[in-house]
């Protein structure tokens, strides 16, 4: 009895650490600006169609707004910005698209890619998402690991409460 007892207090303290264990998955994203840069990167070919088709229709209305070009360009540069009709309420001024990211989740030996939303480049030369915010394009083979607790691609989820939705980046991105 003794004994039953002690073996199921080691397995009840175990239990945590093996369910944790579990999740062995290695996560990763990149940025690609191309569909070239895509397969050639080693990504399956559908893959990288359905992360671009699927970035562009999400860009205008995920994209950063502004009330005027002079605003946008400052953070994004004049040539970058462009008049958005997707959003309703007056001239509204974002970036435009310039890449997009691929989540890669490998898992058990199995490698998945999932669409991860629409990249712009700013003016300094960064990658932002406004899904991830500011993304980094470099690292091994230029996939930058993420870790097992941060969401890369499928069942993202993605807060768009407030008023404007997402419009900005965490405080800049001119009127709204």
């Not at 290695?26 to 990167?41: D, H, I």
């Not at 993420?146 to 008023?163: K, Q």
Request: charge should be negative.
């Amino acid at each position: 009895m003794k004994r039953s007892r002690t073996v199921s207090l080691v397995v009840m303290g175990l239990t945590p650490l093996l369910l944790s264990a579990c999740d062995n998955a290695q996560k990763s994203q990149q940025v690609f600006t191309t569909l070239g840069n895509c397969t050639e990167a080693g990504v399956p070919e559908a893959s990288c169609e359905a992360a671009y088709t699927k970035a562009a229709a999400e860009a205008p209305n995920l994209a950063p707004h502004y009330a005027t070009q002079d605003q946008c360009a400052q953070d994004y540069g004049l040539d970058a910005c462009q008049q958005n009709a997707a959003v309703q309420g007056g001239p509204i001024w974002s970036p435009a698209m310039n890449g997009f990211l691929i989540g890669r989740v490998i898992q058990a030996g199995r490698t998945t890619y999932f669409p991860a939303g629409p990249v712009f480049r700013k003016r300094d030369d960064t990658n932002y998402s406004p899904r991830y915010g500011h993304v980094y394009s470099g690292g091994a083979g230029g996939w930058h690991s993420s870790s097992s607790s941060e969401a890369v691609g499928e069942g993202d989820t993605v807060g768009r409460g407030g008023f404007g939705h997402g419009g900005g980046e965490g405080g800049e991105g001119g009127g709204e």
